[in-house]
């Protein structure tokens, strides 16, 4: 594990780590904090990418820090429910869904709202 610049946020070389996932059993927890915040860095420019189009031209954007996609299993532990629940919900478009790609991702602010809404 290396330091950036700054000296102060753990920087990781990321690449390694596709190619052999397995390697991420030797870091410690540190580490894994670090590889986890690159990952999410990553996940959020390419799903920038994908949400508006990849071009030949490089999309530079950043998602507000409050704002951030789901999967049904992390929305499933926060609601503390099932994610096949979660999933039913969704497909049958009781609770807001948003399609990166193939992949469904959640907005837990969202999702919640909807639930409160239901409630009598």
Same mark, same amino acid.
């Given at each position: 594990?290396?330091?950036?610049?700054?000296g102060?946020?753990?920087v990781i070389?990321?690449?390694?780590?596709?190619?052999?996932?397995?390697?991420?059993?030797?870091?410690?927890?540190e580490?894994?904090a670090?590889?986890?915040?690159?990952?999410?860095?990553?996940?959020?420019?390419?799903?920038? !990418?994908?949400l %508006? $189009?990849?071009?030949?031209q490089?999309?530079?954007? &950043?998602? #507000?820090?409050?704002?951030?996609?789901?999967?049904?299993?992390?929305?499933a532990?926060?609601?503390?429910?099932?994610?096949?629940?979660v999933m039913?919900?969704?497909?049958?478009?009781?609770?807001?869904?948003?399609?990166?790609?193939?992949?469904? !991702?959640?907005? %837990? $602010?969202?999702?919640?709202?909807a639930?409160?809404? &239901?409630? #009598?």
């Amino acid at each position: 594990m290396s330091l950036n610049g700054s000296g102060t946020n753990n920087v990781i070389d990321i690449g390694r780590y596709l190619v052999r996932p397995n390697l991420a059993d030797g870091l410690n927890r540190e580490e894994l904090a670090a590889l986890l915040e690159q990952l999410k860095a990553l996940e959020g420019r390419v799903m920038a !990418r994908l949400l %508006l $189009g990849a071009t030949d031209q490089p999309v530079v954007t &950043r998602a #507000p820090a409050d704002v951030r996609l789901l999967t049904a299993k992390q929305v499933a532990e926060c609601l503390e429910v099932k994610e096949s629940w979660v999933m039913s919900e969704a497909r049958a478009d009781r609770i807001p869904k948003h399609m990166v790609g193939r992949y469904v !991702r959640f907005d %837990l $602010g969202e999702v919640r709202r909807a639930l409160e809404q &239901r409630q #009598p």
